[in-house]
Each structure stands twice: as structure tokens, then as C-alpha cells.
């Protein structure tokens, strides 16, 4: 796991958080952290997906790690299982690096 990522909080406009995420990559960055609660894994996702089609940038997927979490209202196994099926699909990858709780509770 890299010890320095990109945070995504509060980053929803989809031109500029895409443009981030790319730069962010080009500049080095390994990891990326999100959540089902941000509302903008499907731009990081498509960002991603530019990323590693882009064969000038040479990243593989299991080049970046990738971390999301699993907000209260999702909590429950069925919950949470339709989440991060969500996450995948909205992130446009077959795995998650690390799925966290994003916080304890029901709200």
C-alpha cells in the first residue's frame, strides 16, 4: 500500500476531478481514496479507465491501489454486498484494494 494517495472528498465536479486523478497519476501517485458517500467513484472510474488505456502512461491496473468505503446506511451483509458491487461498477474494476467502514452507525 503507497503511503501517500490522493483524497477525493468533496472533489464532485466531474471535468476538474477527472483532470486531477490523471495528474495525479502522471505525477506518481499510487493510490486513490474514495467512497460510495463522495458520489464520484464513476468519474474516478472513468478516469481510471483513460488512465490505463492510455498505453504512453503505462499503468496497469494493479499498478494503483485503490480504497473506498462502505457508508452507515449500507452497512448489513446485503447492504454491503450491493455496495461495493456499486463500487466496482461505478470504479470500473474487478477488485478493491482496501473497502473500509467508513464510519460506525446507522446515518
Known amino acids: 500500500m503507497p503511503s501517500v494517495g490522493l483524497g477525493t472528498w468533496q ?4 471535468v476538474v476531478l477527472k483532470k486531477v ?17 463522495y458520489r464520484n ?16 502512461r ?3 491496473r494493479e499498478d494503483v491501489w485503490i480504497t ?3 457508508s452507515p446506511k449500507q452497512q448489513g451483509y446485503s ?7 456499486e463500487s ?3 470504479l470500473q474494476v474487478d477488485y ?4 473500509l467502514i467508513h464510519w460506525p452507525g446507522t446515518s
Do not use: C, Q, W
Open 68 to 70: 473506498s468505503k462502505l
Open 79 to 85: 447492504g454491503a454486498t450491493a455496495a461495493v458491487l
Open 41 to 56: 467513484e464513476a468519474v474516478i472510474g472513468d478516469a481510471l479507465t483513460a488512465a490505463f488505456n492510455d498505453k504512453a
Open 11 to 14: 472533489h464532485r465536479d466531474p
Open 21 to 37: 486523478v490523471l495528474r495525479a497519476l502522471d505525477a506518481g501517485y499510487r493510490l486513490i481514496d474514495t467512497a460510495s458517500a
Open 58 to 60: 503505462m499503468l496497469r
Open 96 to 99: 478493491i484494494d482496501l473497502y
Open 88 to 90: 466496482l461498477k461505478n
